[in-house]
């Protein structure tokens, strides 16, 4: 089954960029949607973006658009979460997921009943 191991996570400024990836272990990589999710202390935890198995769908939570990128990489079993602009507001651990959706539903990576296995999570700090 996949494992998942988060990384790239530190403090950045209001307005800079930081990228976090997950790397996967497993050889059926490419038939899993990935997403990522973030858990704010003392908030529960809520869908970031999904991207599908081959990367040609691609869903973001409102917060997210325009300023985050998420992105994979088949051959490296990567997937990657690019954020720009970022804002104190984006403080939180960022879990990656993956999950065995119905390819064109992309959509359903934001149901955490639908994620098969979670990363470890990687801090995100965002001072003002």
């Known amino acids: 089954q996949v494992q998942l191991v988060e990384s790239g996570g530190g403090l950045v400024q209001t307005g800079g960029s930081l990228r976090v990836s997950c790397a996967a272990s497993?050889?059926?990589?490419?038939?899993?949607?990935m997403g990522w999710f973030r858990q704010a202390p003392g908030k529960e935890r809520e869908f970031v973006a999904a991207?599908?198995?081959?990367?040609?769908?691609?869903y973001y939570a409102d917060f997210a658009k325009g300023r985050f990128t998420i992105s994979r990489d088949n051959a490296k079993t990567t997937v990657y979460l690019q954020m720009n602009s970022l804002k104190p507001e984006d403080t939180a651990v960022y879990y990656c997921a993956a999950g065995s959706v119905p390819p064109l539903l992309i959509a359903y990576m934001s149901v955490e009943s639908n994620v098969d296995a979670w990363g470890q999570g990687t801090l995100v700090t965002v001072s003002s």
């Open positions: 991207i599908n198995g081959y990367g040609n769908r691609i």
């Open positions: 497993g050889r059926t990589f490419s038939s899993y949607a």
